[in-house]
Nanobody, 123 residues
């Protein structure tokens, strides 16, 4: 399984950014993809996840109403649309995948990880 993130960058407070995660190596749609983030000096935390089979999603309270996860099954790509960004959203954002069809945001659920993409919110 391979996961490749893209779309990170520098954005001013209040701005928007969309991250992409290209997934390969799974057969069919029976897997879950999640976005995590890790800020300097902090633990990695779950942001949002999506079940590729039924498009059910889970969203962390810290980003609810601002971040939206979605998928393009044809391209095997998962997106994270981030709006109303603030400096506290600055982190490396990681894409992760699990073959278990259980929605969630626990680190231990995910065995496949991308390399991460930096998101910096600053004026």
């Amino acid at each position: 399984v391979q996961l490749v993130e893209s779309g990170g960058g520098l954005v001013p407070p209040g701005g928007s950014l969309t991250l992409s995660c290209a997934v390969s190596g799974f057969t069919g749609d029976d897997y879950v993809v999640a976005w995590f983030r890790q800020a300097p000096g902090k633990v990695r935390e779950g942001v949002s996840s999506i079940n590729m089979a039924d498009d059910f999603t889970d969203v962390a309270d810290a980003v609810k109403g601002r971040f939206t996860i979605s998928s393009d099954k044809k391209r095997a790509t998962v997106y994270l649309a981030m709006n109303s960004l603030n400096p506290e959203d600055t982190a490396v954002y990681y894409c992760a995948a699990s073959p278990l069809p259980v929605l969630g945001l626990q680190l231990s659920q995910f065995e496949n990880w991308g390399q991460g993409t930096q998101v910096t919110v600053s004026s």
